[in-house]
């Protein structure tokens, strides 16, 4: 009976020993748990800021050349002389091509002799006339048909000066489309010329912002051939009446184009500057965490801890998202200027995260926004 007495009392005194020691590390592992720093994530951070955004229509046009056409002949006739190159300036009034004209050359040479011989019986006729040696009829007959045949070698004359084709105004030719020896049709294109001195542009805005526009309006473009360039020109003209199946109002606006960097056809993103200014608060457009949910920023919270230490946190605020601007983009709501925002490192923060905040300092708000 001692016996069992003893097993059992060493049975207890070995379980009791055992479950008291997991007891013990189960508490220490706690412990060591419980009083564990907590990680924190590095992150860049700037300042939600209040600026003054200028208003602006956005609106995608196309540009076109101050003057541009496809020279061609009034008159058809064989290509006598090409006196111009593939891509050449030229000036206004410069031949570029003569057609042959001997035909007509010849036949203004008849119609001279027709017109002297016409003016010498005109003048006989008048110089008989108060003689009444010749009928009145006789003598308008005589000076009409002075009349007729000047006209004929005035119309022979103009025949032959649009048998050689000119420079209707000063710009740059496009691609020869002739040849020495081909005959031409009247209307046939000869080459095309474009003035590139200033460029045209058509777009158009919808009638609800009519009240905004007027001529001399500021415009700032943009084409993808020259990323970060920004041309600046003015509306020249408010087309009267409005599409009636879109509701849009063409505008067309000018833009010097001395270094001839811009091309017609080229496609062009335009923002017409309205006259007045909106407060708004922008943040750096790598801010935003973009989510089915809805479109939020990681605002940087500052307590101080037990040990009267700064410590950071973040919380996610949904925000109402408005116009970019130069890597920049207005928040409508869910923020306010001053508040700290998280720039990079988002995708490892949650509600609550602890952070290491390093000033973005390269996404200082600029004092003007450019266009994208």
């Given amino acids: 009976?001692?016996?069992?007495?003893?097993v059992l009392l060493g049975c207890a005194l070995v379980f009791g020993g055992v479950f008291g020691f997991i007891a013990f590390k189960n508490r220490m592992v706690a412990q060591y748990f419980a009083n564990m720093p907590k990680p924190t994530i590095p992150v860049t951070a700037t300042k939600a800021s209040e600026q003054k955004w200028e208003r602006t229509v956005s609106s995608i046009g196309v540009l076109e050349a101050l003057h541009?056409?496809?020279?061609?002949?009034?008159?058809?006739?064989?290509?006598?002389?090409?006196?111009?190159?593939?891509?050449?300036?030229?000036?206004?009034?410069e031949p570029l091509v003569r057609l042959d004209s001997d035909v007509e050359q010849a036949d203004l040479r008849s119609a001279q002799a027709q017109l002297e011989l016409a003016q010498s019986d005109a003048g006989r006729a008048r110089a008989l006339a108060p003689n009444k040696t010749i009928s009145v009829s006789s003598l308008d007959k005589a000076e009409s048909d002075a009349k007729v045949a000047a006209a004929a070698v005035g119309r022979l004359n103009a025949t032959i000066a649009k048998k050689t084709i000119n420079a209707p105004f000063d710009g740059v030719l496009g691609i020869r489309l002739v040849n020495i020896g081909q005959y031409l049709d009247p209307g046939t294109p000869i080459v095309n010329i474009q003035d590139l001195s200033a460029?045209?542009?058509?777009?158009?805005?919808?009638?609800?912002?009519?009240?905004?526009?007027t001529i001399g309006q500021e415009i700032r473009m943009t084409v993808d051939t020259y990323p970060g360039r920004v041309f600046s020109?003015?509306?020249?003209?408010?087309?009267?009446?409005i599409n009636d199946k879109t509701g849009m109002i063409p505008i067309q606006g000018r833009f010097e184009n001395a270094d001839r960097s811009l091309r017609p056809g080229m496609y062009a993103k335009l923002d017409v500057i309205l006259p007045s200014l909106q407060h708004v608060v922008i943040v750096p457009q790598s801010a935003i965490?973009?989510?089915?949910?809805?479109?939020?920023?990681?605002?940087?919270?500052?307590?101080?801890?037990?040990?009267?230490?700064?410590?950071?946190?973040?919380?996610?605020?949904?925000?109402?998202?408005?116009?970019?601007?130069?890597?920049?983009?207005?928040?409508?709501?869910?923020?306010?200027?001053?508040?700290?925002?998280?720039?990079?490192?988002?995708?490892?923060?949650?509600?609550?995260?602890?952070?290491?905040?390093?000033?973005?300092?390269?996404?200082?708000?600029?004092?003007?926004?450019?266009?994208?």
């Fill in 68 to 93: 541009g056409v496809d020279i061609s002949s009034e008159v058809g006739g064989t290509v006598q002389q090409v006196l111009f190159d593939s891509g050449q300036n030229v000036i206004k009034g």
């Fill in 199 to 213: 460029m045209l542009v058509n777009f158009g805005v919808s009638q609800k912002d009519l009240p905004n526009l």
């Fill in 233 to 241: 020109g003015k509306i020249t003209t408010i087309a009267p009446l």
């Fill in 289 to 372: 965490s973009y989510s089915l949910y809805g479109n939020a920023v990681f605002v940087i919270k500052r307590d101080k801890d037990q040990k009267g230490q700064e410590v950071a946190t973040v919380n996610r605020a949904l925000v109402e998202t408005g116009a970019r601007r130069g890597g920049w983009i207005i928040i409508n709501t869910g923020i306010n200027p001053g508040d700290e925002i998280v720039t990079s490192g988002q995708l490892r923060l949650d509600i609550g995260t602890q952070v290491t905040v390093t000033p973005d300092e390269a996404l200082t708000p600029p004092q003007t926004l450019p266009l994208e």
């Fill in 1 to 6: 009976m001692k016996k069992l007495i003893y």
